[in-house]
């Protein structure tokens, strides 16, 4: 991981709340916001989890806090967001980071194993960026600096189609639809923006753990353009671009970062 190479006030007085920011890639984005100058609010389920990651936050001098709570529920998203604005006073920047995911066959998945992760990534990130609306409004100003933010952490599985993702494809399907409609409308209402990142597989989180055995990426390394999987630091700079004014343009876009993963094709 080398140093950002951006500067540590991009972010300076921006307060931001990441949902499943506890682990993984959503640990990273709240890392790095932090670095650059954001308090952040931390959601996820797990007590635990949210405990550590938060003092991992604050020894590096990051103002966090964690809130329990699943997306799925509405009055969990409500609490969450208005513990965030009690204790920081304002929201500038949500960031969908909660999923679900397991790897299964079509004939296997139930229909509530499927419903249950449209519940977690398409429902859940409508419903937090249903009930930040208003205090992402009241942060909205005219100027580049002062508008409000969305991001939502999409997939690139629903370009062509994934073995044994059914779910995760539809449900990341339906996020990046949700993107680009509240970007037209909020933007041109708010002057919110709502992004997305759409990640190829990375190092060190629950979702490559789950999703690619080590001989399948051993034997995939070969054909993957760069010759490796990313980092969480990619997804983070990516995230930093898009929530700093060097953003301040893009508008309903969701930025693939997977080193040109998914255009692949084996060499013949
Ligand atoms: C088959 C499963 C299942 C599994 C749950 N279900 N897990 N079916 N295989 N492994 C089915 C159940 O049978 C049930 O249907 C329904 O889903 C609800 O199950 P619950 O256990 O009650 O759900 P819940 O406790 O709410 O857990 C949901 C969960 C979630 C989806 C399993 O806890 C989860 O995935 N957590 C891990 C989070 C994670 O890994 N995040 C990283 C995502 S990575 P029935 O019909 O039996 O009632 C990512 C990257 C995508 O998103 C792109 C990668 C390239």
Same mark, same amino acid.
């Given at each position: 991981m080398v140093e950002s190479p951006f500067k540590p006030n991009?972010?300076?007085?921006?307060?931001?709340? +990441?949902t499943g920011g506890g682990s993984g890639i959503g640990f990273e984005i709240s890392t790095q916001f932090g670095n650059h100058g954001a308090s952040v609010a931390v959601m996820g389920r797990r007590r635990q989890v949210l405990d550590d990651a938060v003092a991992v936050l604050r020894s590096k001098g990051i103002q966090a806090i964690g809130l329990e709570g699943d997306v799925r529920k509405q009055e969990d998203a409500a609490r969450a967001l208005e513990t965030t604005v009690k204790h920081f006073g304002k929201l500038d920047i949500l960031v969908n980071g909660a999923a679900g995911n397991f790897l299964i066959s079509p004939e296997d998945l139930s229909p509530n194993g499927f419903r249950?992760?449209?519940? +977690?990534?398409?429902?859940?990130?409508?419903?937090?960026?249903h009930e930040a609306l208003k205090y992402l409004k009241a942060t909205a100003g005219i100027g580049p600096s002062t508008g $409000? !933010?969305? !991001?939502?952490?999409?997939?690139? !599985?629903?370009?062509?189609?994934?073995?044994?993702?059914?779910?995760?494809?539809?449900a990341k399907a339906a996020v990046d639809s949700?993107?680009?409609? !509240?970007?037209?409308?909020?933007?041109?209402? *708010?002057?919110?923006?709502?992004? $997305?990142?759409a990640p190829g597989p990375i190092g060190g989180t629950p979702g490559l753990r789950k999703l690619v055995p080590d001989e399948v990426l051993a034997k995939r390394?070969?054909?993957?353009?760069?010759?490796?999987? $990313?980092?969480?630091?990619?997804?983070?700079?990516?995230?930093? *671009?898009?929530a700093s004014d060097a953003g301040k343009y893009v508008n309903g876009h969701t930025m693939i970062v997977d080193g040109g993963l998914w255009l692949s094709r084996p060499r013949h």
């Open positions: 991009i972010l300076k007085g921006k307060v931001a709340l +990441i249950t992760v449209m519940e +977690i990534d398409s429902i859940g990130t409508y419903t937090m960026c $409000g !933010l969305i !991001l939502n952490i999409s997939a690139t !599985l629903h370009y062509t189609a994934a073995w044994y993702q059914i779910h995760v494809s539809a949700i993107t680009r409609s !509240l970007a037209l409308e909020w933007g041109t209402d *708010y002057n919110i923006r709502v992004n $997305g990142i390394r070969e054909q993957m353009p760069l010759y490796r999987v $990313g980092e969480r630091w990619d997804i983070a700079m990516a995230a930093l *671009y898009l």
